[in-house]
């Protein structure tokens, strides 16, 4: 954990190295769950966006997104993506250090996917507030890594992953204001940023919000 050092400093080193072409296609987990719960495009809240893989596919399938990331270069190369999808007028990214603020409003869909970050930041209170960002009818997705994959910055390191319903707990929700769709930790088969295959095991949490 680098608890030295701040979210932003650390995530735009992080991505003014990395190739602008990764983490811009939809993660499979988001797009299934949204075929199944949600396949009604509204307006969304994309938080920790990257390099917008999840928020321009949302833009492409007719959803509104403000897109997240406390990093500058991520937010310029999903604006980019944006024009070069022609979706522009459905991405509009934002910069939020979310351990400090957080975007307003309501939304009919908020996601968190892998939002883990080797930063020391309140995890809970911000997805605390991910629930509270939800409007009525809306949707709340929680994607978390449950186990670590030999490329992962935790590789080699004993990390003990909270269960879905753990998480669940923690957020902290009034059950008759919510119903769970989906909490469970299915594996699957991952590929890394080089090819390389491993199986993981992912957290997942799909609530909607009733109330």
């Keep these: 954990m680098h608890t030295d050092t701040d979210s932003t400093t650390f995530w735009e080193n992080h991505y003014s190295r990395l190739d602008a072409r990764l983490g811009t296609k939809p993660n499979a ?3 299934d769950l949204l075929t199944a719960l949600s396949p009604t495009p509204g ?5 920790g966006c990257g390099h917008g893989g999840d928020a321009l596919w ?3 399938h007719g959803w509104d997104v403000t897109a997240v990331d406390v990093s500058q270069t991520a937010l310029d190369r999903v604006a980019e993506g944006a024009r070069a999808g022609d979706v522009a007028d459905r991405v509009h990214p934002a ?3 979310l351990a400090e603020t957080f975007p307003p409003g309501r939304f009919d869909l908020v996601s968190a996917v892998y939002f883990h970050t080797p930063v020391d930041i309140p995890r809970t209170r911000v997805l ?4 509270e960002a939800v409007a009525a009818g809306g949707l709340l997705i929680i994607v978390e890594h449950a186990s670590v994959a030999p490329w992962s910055w935790q590789a080699g390191e004993d990390v003990r992953f ?5 998480v669940l707990v923690s957020l902290e929700l009034d ?6 769709e989906r909490c469970h930790a299915p594996q699957r088969v991952a590929t890394g940023p080089r090819g390389q295959t491993a199986t ?5 949490l799909a609530l909607h919000r009733l109330l």
């Design 43 to 47: 307006t969304a809240l994309d938080l």
């Design 162 to 166: 909270p269960t879905p319903e753990q």
């Design 128 to 131: 605390r507030h991910a629930a």
């Design 200 to 204: 993981v095991t992912d957290n997942i």
């Design 95 to 97: 910069r939020h250090d």
């Design 175 to 180: 059950d008759d204001a919510w119903h769970v």
């Design 29 to 31: 987990v988001l797009a």
């Design 58 to 60: 949302l833009a492409a």
